[in-house]
């Protein structure tokens, strides 16, 4: 069965860098495209960044254009966002989504920003 884990979440100063990793199984991960969303506290989930399924193509949200980057291992079946500059509105649960025939999502990873 499709299965997303993401890890590597954590407490991080502003400023500071986190990577989110993302294991996939159950599915053909190097023919499928895949983003990572974000939702905080109160607010609606949105789009972070964007990948195709070979990497050579991606997209971002403004907010986070030029501190944040999407990459892949398709030999590893993983994908992975560097964040770096972290801040405190970046605090929110991330989650990395394959598009199949519909949207499959992961659990969450929870990424916390504060002093």
């Known amino acids: 069965q499709v299965q997303l884990v993401e890890s590597g979440g954590g407490l991080v100063q502003p400023g500071g860098s986190l990577r989110l990793s993302c294991a996939a199984s159950?599915?053909?991960?190097?023919?499928?495209?895949m983003r990572w969303y974000r939702q905080a506290p109160g607010k609606e989930r949105e789009l972070v960044a964007a990948i195709t399924s070979t990497g050579g193509s991606t997209v971002y949200v403004n907010s986070v254009k030029g501190r944040f980057t999407i990459s892949r291992v398709n030999a590893k079946n993983t994908l992975y966002l560097q964040m770096n500059n972290l801040k405190p509105d970046d605090t929110a649960v991330y989650y990395c989504?394959?598009?199949?025939?519909?949207?499959?999502w992961g659990q969450g990873t929870q990424v916390t920003v504060s002093s």
């Open positions: 159950g599915f053909t991960f190097s023919d499928t495209g």
């Open positions: 989504c394959a598009l199949l025939k519909t949207q499959f």
